[in-house]
Nanobody
Framework: QVFLVVSGGGLVQAGGSLRLSCTAS????????VTWFRQISGQEREFVAA????????VYAPSVKGRFTISRDVAKDTVYLQMDSLRPEDTALYFC????????????????????WGQGTQVTVSS
């Protein structure tokens, strides 16, 4: 059975940093697209950043580009989301999703296309 284990949320002041991690369990990330989403209560999940494992390529939402950075540890099958210059509007429940795509592409912004999800981790940025 495939699990995604997410960790790293917390409370931070505006301008601060946090790092989230998403680790595959029961599989490797080989052939997967791994994406971070965030969600505020009552709203749709919002795309944050997507990483294509086979190509080591990442795409960011305009709202986080230049502040958030994805990195990875291949040996640990882990994707990290480094969040710098955090703003109060970044406050949300953050999720990691994985979709098997092989060498193809996928509609990474559509949360309905992901078959595996980690548990959410709360990020709260105070002003």
């Amino acid at each position: 059975q495939v699990f995604l284990v997410v960790s790293g949320g917390g409370l931070v002041q505006a301008g601060g940093s946090l790092r989230l991690s998403c680790t595959a369990s029961g599989t490797t990330f080989s052939g997967y697209g791994v994406t971070w989403f965030r969600q505020i209560s009552g709203q749709e999940r919002e795309f944050v950043a997507a990483h294509k494992w086979s190509a080591d390529r990442t795409v960011y939402a305009p709202s986080v580009k230049g502040r958030f950075t994805i990195s990875r540890d291949v040996a640990k099958d882990t994707v990290y989301l480094q969040m710098d210059s955090l703003r109060p509007e970044d406050t949300a429940l953050y999720f990691c999703g994985a979709a098997y795509i092989g060498n193809g592409d996928w509609y990474y912004t559509d949360h309905r296309g992901y078959e595996h999800w980690g548990q959410g981790t709360q990020v709260t940025v105070s002003s």
